[in-house]
Structure formats: structure tokens, C-alpha cells
């Protein structure tokens, strides 16, 4: 118990280095795909609606309570700070995400579904910043991935416990206007905390976007962000569709999946 609590709980003293790619990160993140997929097909065999809003409610609670351990976590070693919170694309959206997920607040799911199925993905394919300061496979190397694995598993549950809900590439401006409400957070808190959430003072370790100061890199940022959620709202219901066959009308409960 002691050797993991040693070398898998508490802040290791290594030298940060980039383990994308590692042993570590292709393991963990092919659990997580396998059982994203499992759960995926799991709902289409169930389906039914009540089932899946029972799995909404807890996937949301799950993601609450690893967000809850990882804050914790950082104040009883480091001390309490507003930093400890994270104001990043994946940290604000697993603030807020659990609760719309628990409460199953369908109105708010076009504003953040596909920002959190983006973040989700990504990391799951380029760790970059989540293996860099622990060895090995540590708790919170762990914590992390488990909940962008969630980022990507509850957008793609939510039209399975919806009559309604699909992502549609034509509303493109909900999911605009909720990265835009992202993007004031982390100004203001980058600011009222020295730090650089989502790109608000430099764009360091970015392709090309390093290259131009700040705030010039957003000319191209800006719009990339933009056209990058067009298309992946495209690959989420693609996803969906594969996974669930929700391209075709399914009768949930006498009712059909389209149905409001």
C-alpha cells in the first residue's frame, strides 16, 4: 500500500517529459474507446430512452465526482488556489457539463455537446500535458483520461436519452456562442490568475499559431475553432449513427427517436 501510495498517489518528483504515445497512454486510451464503443452498443440494444437518461445521470455524476477528487486532490498537496479549479476548454466543460448531464437539461446540450465531444477526442489521441508530470500510469494521469473518455461518452449518449436532441451541423451557432462564453472565462480568469487558459496570453507548443503574437494568432485561431466544430458535429452523429443506428427511426416506448 505504501509503494502505491509512493510512486501511483502523491505528486511524483520526476523530470517532465511528453509520454504521448507511451506504453501508458496507448493502454489507457484503448479501454477507454473499447468501452465507450461497448456502452454505445449496449444502449442500442436496450433501446430504451429511460435506460439511457439512467446512464446520463450517472456518467454526469461520475465526471462530478473525478472533477471533485482532482480539485481536492491538488488543494491537500498544494494548497487551496482558484488555479486548482482549471479555467482550459476540458476543465470548464467538466465543471459545467455534469450538471447539465444529471439534470438532463436538454436546451443547453447544443452549446457544449460538441465542444465536449472535441476536447474529449483529442486528448484520447494526444495526451500531451496528461502523462507530463507523473510516471507511469499515476492516479491522476488516470483521473484525467477517465474524464475525457466522459467528455466523449456522455455527448454521444444524450440523443439516446432525448426524444429529440440530435447534432446538427446547421445550428452552428449554439455550439459558437457556448465556445465564445468559453473563451471570456478563460480571458478572465487567465488574467485574474497569471495563467494561459486555452491560448489568452501565448500560443507556445501550437503550430505555426507560435509563430504570431498575441493577439494576431486569433485572426487564424478563431476561425479554425470555428470550422473545426462544424465538421466535428459531423464526425459526433456519424459516430452516432454507426454506433446506434440512429440514422434510421427508432421506436423507443411507443414513440419515435425524432419525436419531441
Keep these: 500500500m505504501d509503494y502505491f501510495y509512493e510512486h501511483y498517489f502523491k505528486p511524483q518528483n520526476v523530470i517532465p517529459q511528453n509520454r504521448i504515445f507511451s506504453k501508458e497512454h496507448i ?23 429511460v435506460a439511457s437518461q ?3 445521470t450517472f456518467l454526469g455524476c ?15 498537496y498544494f494548497g487551496f488556489s482558484l488555479s486548482n479549479f482549471r479555467f482550459d476548454w476540458c476543465n470548464q466543460i467538466c465543471m459545467v457539463l455534469p450538471y447539465i448531464a444529471i439534470f438532463r437539461i436538454e436546451k443547453a446540450y447544443p452549446y457544449i455537446d460538441v465542444l465536449s465531444f472535441i476536447g474529449g477526442l483529442f486528448v484520447l489521441f494526444y495526451p500531451l500535458w496528461v502523462f507530463y508530470d507523473y510516471a507511469g500510469i499515476h492516479t491522476m494521469a488516470v ?21 429529440g436532441y440530435h447534432p446538427d451541423e446547421e445550428k452552428l451557432k449554439k455550439p459558437v456562442i457556448g465556445l465564445c ?15 494561459n487558459y486555452i491560448l489568452m496570453k501565448k500560443a507556445d507548443g501550437i503550430p505555426v499559431l507560435h509563430r ?7 485572426i487564424f485561431a478563431g476561425p479554425g475553432m470555428v470550422l473545426g466544430i462544424y465538421y466535428f458535429i459531423k464526425l459526433e452523429r ?21 419525436e419531441h
Design 27 to 49: 493502454i489507457i486510451s484503448t479501454i477507454i474507446f473499447a468501452l465507450i464503443y461497448l456502452i454505445m452498443r449496449w444502449q442500442k440494444r436496450q433501446n430504451d430512452q
Design 54 to 56: 439512467k446512464l446520463l
Design 62 to 76: 461520475l465526471m462530478l465526482s473525478l472533477e471533485i477528487f482532482r480539485v481536492c486532490w491538488r488543494t491537500y
Design 143 to 163: 483521473q484525467s483520461m477517465i474524464s475525457h473518455g466522459l467528455m466523449v461518452l456522455i455527448p454521444l449518449t444524450m440523443p439516446m436519452a432525448s426524444y
Design 181 to 195: 462564453l468559453m473563451l471570456l472565462v478563460a480571458f478572465i480568469m487567465s488574467n485574474a490568475l497569471g495563467q
Design 212 to 218: 504570431i503574437p498575441y493577439p494576431f494568432y486569433w
Design 238 to 258: 456519424l459516430f452516432i449513427n454507426w454506433a446506434t443506428g440512429l440514422n434510421k427511426p427508432v421506436v423507443i416506448k411507443g414513440r419515435l427517436a425524432h
